[in-house]
């Protein structure tokens, strides 16, 4: 008789299928040792070194974005050229030359199409207009939906709640739960404004269980801690598995983080909290403090100055029209005031404020417009940003998404546009769009 297939979550948004004695048929996502962003995000619970190996052996890696808690290539050298690396047919595809440069197997899933691994599993990938994708694993004893950071759309969460019906087989949910943007990092003169709470977290996951009829919720892509001295003040705001406990009324069970589940009986196990294996407290100090000391170091040249009035002048209509007072970034001991009606950046004198100020590290400003990623600045907790008047923090927030879709080439062009819309409309059409498995 086969033996059925074990489910495992690790690291962050890192799943292991297998069977009992086996090496990995497929892996996801891995960040497994190290940090992200700059420095300020580091796992819960780290694997050990024979896991590591153990994953290493894995058949398939597929990535589901290009985030680097998603896409973590010191993660990526540590498994090692054994693997075939999938990636999902998105729009720009700059992940898939990066990882062949390396001297790494690496291979587009089609979109919308089945595609075998062996031992009667398939997967789906699914694309979406995010710069995201949803991962379906088809099994011989149940249907594992990845959503990890992805957001579908309702039409496409009714197309995985057809394909769950049609496929008569538990279903197994993976998604985050936990903030990972700008959404806690604003301020006026009343204190932290707070675009989301831990319970809207917990409300979305519960709803999404109950559309999809899933029997089974993994917390997920969310086991990662703020380290930096700059961005600790985030971890008070981190939903947690506590959370979930607290406000979890969907009829799937919620089962813990780090668990290993049997797809076929639905038995599991999980690692108490208590056994977890966080980064050593001298690596945290040691690297934290190394990189908080190159911060105090960097200022702002000219060049990166340039950088950022390009970035900027890019949509100085659209924010003109949302700030008309302008708005200013404020890296150590730099304060560059921008004017979106004259497209300028310079030294703001003391009684220039503007609509309101983005206080980011001088180091992590400059690398962040060096790699062309200005989006990544809202997602390192260590961003802060100052309102000056009565303004929608949300439309800051969108300022920060207009970036991310920047950032990956998506305006350059008229062909990039139509491109890029293209494929998203495609991911968004109805649910015949997701056929059932062959």
């Given amino acids: 008789m086969t033996a059925s297939y074990i489910l495992r979550t690790l690291g962050h948004a890192s799943i292991a299928l297998y069977r009992e004695g086996e090496a990995p048929l497929l892996v996801t996502d891995p960040w497994l040792v190290g940090s992200v962003y700059w420095r300020s995000w580091w796992l819960q619970h780290y694997p050990s070194a024979d896991e590591i190996a153990w994953l290493g052996g894995a058949a398939h890696v597929y990535v589901t974005h290009e985030h680097p808690d998603h896409f973590h290539m010191p993660s990526i050298r540590r498994l090692g050229r054994g693997p075939t690396y999938l990636f999902p047919a998105l729009a720009e595809r700059g992940y898939l030359a990066h990882i062949e440069a390396g001297g790494f197997r690496a291979a587009t899933v089609p979109a919308r199409r089945w595609q075998p691994l062996g031992g009667g599993v398939s997967i789906l990938s699914l694309p979406l207009w995010n710069d995201d994708s949803v991962l379906v694993v088809d099994t011989p004893d149940a249907l594992i939906l990845n959503l990890n950071d992805a957001k579908p759309l309702p039409t496409v969460v009714a197309a995985l709640r057809l394909l769950g019906e049609r496929s008569g087989k538990r279903r197994v949910l993976l998604c985050s739960y936990s903030p990972a943007s700008l959404v806690n990092s604003f301020t006026d003169d009343r204190g932290v404004v707070s675009l989301k709470q831990p319970a809207d977290y917990v409300a979305y996951v519960r709803r999404l269980c109950d559309r999809l009829g899933t029997d089974f919720y993994l917390p997920f892509a969310s086991q990662a801690v703020f380290e930096r001295a700059d961005s600790a003040w985030a971890n008070q705001y981190r939903t947690s598995f506590v959370d979930l406990e607290r406000g979890w009324t969907a009829k799937a069970a919620l089962l813990p983080p780090y668990t290993t589940l049997d797809l076929a009986g639905g038995t599991y196990e999980s690692v108490p909290p208590q056994q977890y294996r966080p980064a050593a407290a001298e690596t945290l100090v040691t690297h934290t403090r190394a990189r908080g000391e190159a911060e105090t170091l960097a200022v702002p040249d000219p060049e990166d100055v340039t950088r950022l009035r390009q970035r900027l002048n890019r949509w100085r209509w659209l924010w003109a029209a949302l700030f008309p007072r302008g708005f200013s970034f404020r890296a150590g001991q730099s304060r560059l005031l921008y004017s979106p009606r004259a497209g300028r950046l310079g030294g703001a004198r003391a009684d220039e404020q503007g609509d309101f100020e983005i206080a980011v590290p001088p180091l992590t400003l400059k690398e962040a417009l060096r ?10 907790m260590v961003v802060r940003i ?15 998404v207009l970036f991310q879709f920047d950032d990956y080439g998506h305006l350059a062009g008229l062909n990039a546009l139509s491109r890029w819309l ?12 997701v056929p059932p498995p062959a």
């Avoid at 790699?371 to 390192?380: A, E, K, V, W, Y």
């Avoid at 293209?422 to 769009?433: E, F, I, Y």
């Fill in 371 to 380: 790699n062309g990623h200005l989006s990544d600045l809202g997602i390192t």
């Fill in 386 to 400: 100052r309102l000056f008047r009565r303004l929608d923090p949300r439309k800051v927030y969108g300022m920060f």
């Fill in 422 to 433: 293209g494929r998203g409309l495609r991911a968004s059409l109805p649910r015949r769009l």
